[in-house]
């Protein structure tokens, strides 16, 4: 009698608790990137700790009765982990965005620099404008560095368009 091997991973699905360790690695290959062209605003991806609790914010509860705001996608192919997007997802009740519709706020969408340039994050942005659409629609946003033209373009070829202008100050 032979076990039965779990179902293999390929396509988007969303990642559970057991996925962390490989979304970290594939977060602090982002951060070292944003650090390098905003050094005084984005710190060194060193505390491993605190890395894996943010994006285990966004996993599943282990109590599935908990309320949740917090969501994530992940790109698997064959098992394995190329890319993920964390996003924040509420329903505005008529606040902010007309026709009571849903608002997602993309925390941090990253493709592992293996699986670069191959659909990855398209997949996981179609995944999120599908799901948003599923629930009669609404406004996704997201922020783009300035210098990141690889996100700035994902934007532009999902259907994105610049409404708003940020600015920081750093003390």
């Not at 060194?44 to 949740?68: H, L, M, S, V, W």
């Not at 946003?141 to 532009?156: I, P, T």
């Amino acid at each position: 009698m032979t076990a039965n091997k779990p179902a293999t991973r390929d396509g988007i699905f969303e990642p559970c608790r057991g996925d962390v360790p490989a979304m970290c690695e594939i977060f602090k290959s982002g951060q070292i990137y944003h650090q390098n062209l905003f050094p005084d605003i984005f710190c060194a991806p060193d505390n491993e700790e605190k890395i894996c609790a943010y994006i285990q914010g966004f996993t599943k509860p282990r109590n599935p009765f908990r309320t949740r705001r917090k969501f994530s996608y992940a790109c698997f192919n064959n098992d394995v982990l190329e890319g993920y997007v964390l996003f924040q997802l509420y329903n505005n009740s008529n606040v902010f965005f007309k026709n009571d519709r849903w608002f997602a706020h993309i925390e941090d969408i990253a493709v592992g620099e293996n699986f670069r340039k191959n659909g990855t994050a398209s997949k996981l942005m179609n995944s999120l404008i599908s799901r948003v659409d599923g629930l009669g629609g609404g406004v996704i946003s997201g922020q783009v560095w300035r210098g990141n033209e690889a996100s700035g373009n994902l934007f532009a070829k999902s259907g994105f368009s610049s409404h708003a202008q940020d600015f920081y100050r750093v003390l």
